[in-house]
C-alpha cells in the first residue's frame, strides 16, 4: 500500500464513524459538515470494499471489519497523535501536557508516589495518568506500548523494547504476624503444605516459574489481580503470599504481618520503565525517562533482614 497516497484525515473521521455509529454525530465531534462526513465514509467504504455502518432499522450497526476496525483505528489514532506531538525541546517548568503509564499497583506505590512528587516539584503543568497493566500485554506489547508513554515492569516478562532500569527489589514472604507454625522461618515443606494467596496476573513470571524449577506447587486458596491485597488477605489466616519485599516492608505495619525470607535463593527483581521506539528521540519522552531513572536511583535500597 502507498501510504503517501491516503489522507490522513480519514484516520480521524473513520475513528469518529466507528465510535459514534453515526454520520451526523460523527460529523460534529470532528468539525465537519453531514455532508463532509458523508463523503468521508464513501471513500472509507471505497478503500476498505465494505459498508462499514451497516444501517438496521433506524440506525446503523458496525460490520465485521468495522468491528475489527474499531480498536485498531483507535491505536492508530494515539500512535498518530504523539508522533506529531513529539518535541525538539521540552521545558519541564512550562510545559502542559500528560503522561500515560501503564503499570501495577505495586510500581505505583512504591515509585510512581515518588515520581509524581518529583514531577510535581518540578513540572507543576506535567500530569501523570498510572493504569492498570492488561493481561494482554505479554502478547500484544508493541500495541499497548504505541498507545502510551510507557510501562513499568521487571525484566523477564517482555523482551525486544528499550528500556531504562529504575531500581531493584527482591521476593519476600508475607505471614500472619501471629502464624503459629513458622516462627523459625518458612521450609519448602511449608510452601508446600501451608495455603497460598497469590497475584493471579502474569507479571511475576520469572518468580512464578522459580516455584516449578524447585518442585514447589503452591496450594492457591484465595487469588487477587492486586499486589497490595495479598497482605490484607494474609493477616490473621494460616496463608502464605510472595511479594516484593519494598511494598512488603510497606504494608507490613498496616495488616498485622511480618515479612519472612525465602527458603530458596530468590530471583532478583529489576524494575524498568519500557517505551515504543516512537518515543526514542521525542525530548518530552527524553525528560520523562530521565527524571524516572533519577528517582528510582534515588529509592532507598532494600536491606537484608
Known amino acids: 500500500m502507498n501510504l503517501a497516497r491516503l489522507d490522513l484525515n480519514l484516520v480521524v473521521a473513520l475513528r469518529a464513524l466507528l ?9 460534529q465531534r470532528v468539525g465537519l459538515s453531514q455532508p463532509a462526513m458523508s463523503a468521508a465514509l464513501a ?6 470494499d465494505d459498508d462499514l455502518l451497516a444501517r438496521v432499522g433506524g440506525h446503523y450497526e458496525l460490520t465485521a471489519l468495522g468491528q475489527v476496525l474499531l480498536d485498531r483505528t483507535s491505536t492508530a489514532y494515539d500512535v498518530l497523535e504523539r508522533l506529531f506531538s513529539s518535541q525538539a525541546d521540552f521545558d519541564p517548568a512550562s510545559e502542559n501536557r500528560e503522561f500515560r503509564l501503564l503499570a ?6 512504591v515509585f510512581g508516589t515518588e515520581l509524581a512528587r518529583v514531577v510535581h516539584a518540578e513540572a507543576p503543568g506535567i500530569r501523570l495518568r498510572f493504569t492498570q497493566t492488561p ?9 499497548l506500548l504505541s498507545a502510551t508513554d510507557g510501562l513499568l515492569m521487571p525484566h523477564g516478562v ?26 523459625g522461618g518458612l521450609t519448602r515443606r511449608d510452601l508446600a503444605r501451608l495455603p497460598w494467596v497469590t497475584y493471579q ?3 511475576d513470571a520469572p518468580a ?4 516449578g524449577m524447585l518442585g514447589i506447587e503452591p496450594r492457591v486458596e484465595i487469588s487477587v489481580d492486586n499486589f497490595q491485597l495479598l497482605p490484607l488477605m494474609v493477616a490473621g489466616t494460616r496463608r502464605i503470599a510472595l511479594i516484593q519485599a519494598r511494598l512488603a516492608r510497606m504494608l507490613a505495619p498496616i495488616a498485622a504481618v511480618r515479612v519472612v525470607e525465602p527458603p530458596y535463593e530468590a530471583v532478583p527483581l529489576r524494575e524498568a520503565l519500557w517505551w515504543h521506539p516512537v518515543h526514542t528521540h521525542d525530548a518530552a519522552h527524553i525528560w520523562l525517562r530521565e527524571t524516572a531513572a533519577r528517582v528510582g536511583a534515588s529509592l532507598p535500597r532494600t536491606a537484608e533482614d
Not at 531504562?164 to 507454625?181: I, K, N, Q, S
Not at 512464578?208 to 516455584?211: A, S
Open 208 to 211: 512464578v516459574r522459580q516455584l
Open 104 to 109: 501495577s499497583d505495586y510500581a505505583v506505590a
Open 19 to 27: 465510535e459514534e455509529r453515526n454520520v451526523t454525530r460523527a460529523g
Open 201 to 203: 496476573r502474569t507479571y
Open 135 to 143: 493481561p494482554s500485554v505479554v502478547d500484544d506489547t508493541a500495541t
Open 158 to 183: 517482555i523482551s525486544d523494547f528499550p528500556a531504562t532500569d529504575l531500581y531493584d527489589d527482591r521476593w519476600v514472604f508475607v505471614v500472619a504476624r501471629d502464624h503459629p507454625g513458622v516462627e
Open 43 to 48: 471513500r472509507l467504504r471505497r478503500h476498505f
